[in-house]
């Protein structure tokens, strides 16, 4: 749940307020019905939570909708996810028929919300397939793709591809991750809620409670990566780029994940994780419940330095919610991280455990750089990645795209 708009004016300004008011009244009343995967876990999750009440309070007439799976479904779903962010995977016909099946049966359910609506935005390709099951439509369909899909492998993404074109739009987070399709393309990266519990400021003593549950030294520098068990997410190489700081300097690690609901693979990525560490005391595997948004918020807060050091990311919200809290990050070139890491100033973009190591050796050496780059990373957030931009750039895409139906109701 996000804190009533106005709770927002001392981060943001007024202007920017009344601007999504203004926004709001032209869409007022506009049924719009998000359908995602999972209700936690996850950046998309995240963001849903505190975008549907927004649009809500804007005006607007939003609901959240989450598809069920069955675990086959979601090893089908993570095998596509794997594929469209390049990994060689092989899903039979009988995969895309679950695929198929799973959606129809949650279309039964969700069919008078769907049919209804004025504007339908499905998240990532669990639920692609319910807009060829919807032949009632009444209102737009929008496909928001929140993952890495540059280089996808071509299989999967001609498969997905032949349902994501019925669309009438598509959302991706940055240009790379566009592809051909017959239909106007959005770029909207995605952003944090600076008041969720995730990111709202701590005391002291909060942080404080969570150092000694975890047993951290506050003596020593800490490196933080917060990140689902995801081979996407390198938990492996970052435990490989810790040992070689470790040579030099007294640091712990902590890897902190959790599952997410449509995240089959986690527990084999952990096994792998817990191996790699082996019985290092400075190495803290934690394996937090979904809803640990404090503990989340309370590591990010101690860490020296965060890092995300992904091999593909849609975005990395951890990304953001790192540097909002005025850590320099190290993340891996790739993806999203690329939008918010601006080298040598709000952190460092490497490709190799040992250019992560390379970077905490010097950020670790160099108090004075790795503060200001903190304090740079901050004031970039609040630019680009708050809740607010995310939000005006849909209310705008949304008057765009309604526009050429109720040319006399909506006024751009
Ligand atoms: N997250 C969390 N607990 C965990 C792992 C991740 O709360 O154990 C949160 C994290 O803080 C972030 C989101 O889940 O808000 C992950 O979003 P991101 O874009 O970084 O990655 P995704 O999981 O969507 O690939």
Request: contains cysteine.
């Amino acid at each position: 749940m996000s804190a009533p708009l106005g709770a927002y004016e001392g981060i943001v300004g007024p202007a920017v307020l009344r601007q999504l008011r203004q926004l709001g009244e032209k869409l007022s009343g506009t049924r719009v019905v998000h359908v995602n995967s999972t209700r936690e876990g996850g950046g998309v999750a995240e963001i849903l939570e505190w975008m549907t009440p927004i649009m809500r309070e804007l005006g607007l007439d939003a609901s959240w909708e989450v598809i069920d799976g069955n675990p086959r479904f979601f090893e089908i779903t993570k095998a596509i996810h794997n594929g469209l962010q390049g990994a060689n995977v092989a899903i039979p016909v009988k995969g895309w028929k679950t695929f198929e099946d799973v959606n129809a049966r949650n279309f039964k359910r969700l069919r008078p919300i769907l049919e209804e609506a004025d504007i339908v935005f499905i998240h990532d390709p669990q639920p692609a397939h319910l807009l060829r099951l919807c032949e009632r439509r009444k209102g737009k369909w929008i496909w928001r793709a929140h993952i890495d899909i540059s280089r996808p492998f071509r299989p999967v993404w001609k498969v997905l591809r032949s349902m994501v074109e019925g669309y009438d739009a598509s959302i991706f987070s940055m240009a790379q991750f566009a592809q051909p399709l017959p239909h106007p393309q959005f770029l909207v990266p995605p952003s944090i809620d600076p008041l969720s519990g995730k990111n709202r400021d701590l005391s002291h003593a909060e942080i404080e409670a969570v150092r000694s549950e975890y047993g951290l030294d506050p003596s020593r520098p800490l490196l933080v990566q917060i990140s689902r068990f995801d081979r996407f997410k390198d938990p492996v190489g970052v435990v490989a780029a810790y040992r070689m700081v470790r040579k030099v300097a007294p640091v712990q690690l902590v890897l902190a994940g959790g599952g997410a609901t449509d995240d089959p693979e986690g527990k084999a990525v952990l096994e792998d994780v817990l191996e790699a560490a082996g019985n290092d005391p400075d190495i803290h595997v934690l394996l937090l419940p979904p809803d640990s948004h404090k503990t989340v918020n309370a590591l990010q807060r101690m860490a020296t330095i965060i890092l995300q050091k992904s091999t593909r990311e849609g975005f990395g919200l951890t990304v953001t919610e790192g540097m909002w809290k005025g850590k320099p990050v190290i993340g891996g070139d790739v993806g999203g991280i690329r939008l918010q890491v601006v080298n040598h100033h709000t952190g460092f973009l490497v490709n190799t455990p040992e250019g992560a190591a390379h970077r905490i050796r010097y950020l670790l050496h160099h108090q004075e750089g790795l503060d200001r780059m903190g304090a740079t990373a901050r004031e970039f957030v609040r630019e680009n990645y708050l809740l607010t931009r995310h939000i005006r750039e849909y209310l705008t895409l949304m008057l765009v795209t309604l526009r050429d139906t109720q040319a006399n109701v909506v006024n751009v």
